[in-house]
Nanobody, 123 residues
């Protein structure tokens, strides 16, 4: 069982940056592929970024490629999403996701979800 808790969301002006953090419980965090998804009002939850359990391979949605960076610190049981050059269309609730020895690259692959953190980008 893994519990995920996000933090770091907030209100930011367009062009600004935020870093989301995901704290994970459990001793097997190093074996989890981690990901970030987001859901805007009235829209379906969508994939944003993911990182393999080893931390070697990363994946990004086209909409955030070059602006967002995902990382994973197995020693601290933490995953991060560094978001730069934020746009109003990045406004959403962001969810941390985990998949044991897999890739959290699609919602149906996710085994564990965090509760979400709100990111609001204003112009």
């Amino acid at each position: 069982q893994v519990q995920l808790v996000e933090s770091g969301g907030g209100l930011v002006q367009a062009g600004g940056s935020l870093r989301l953090s995901c704290a994970a419980s459990g001793r097997t965090f190093s074996s989890y592929g981690m990901g970030w998804f987001r859901q805007a009002p009235g829209k379906e939850r969508e994939f944003v970024s993911a990182i393999s359990w080893s931390g070697v391979t990363t994946y990004y949605a086209d909409s955030v490629k070059g602006r967002f960076t995902i990382s994973k610190d197995n020693a601290k049981n933490m995953a991060y999403l560094q978001m730069s050059s934020l746009k109003p269309e990045d406004t959403a609730v962001y969810y941390c996701a985990g998949n044991y020895l897999g890739r959290a690259t699609a919602a149906h692959l996710v085994e564990y979800w965090g509760q979400g953190t709100q990111v609001t980008v204003f112009s």
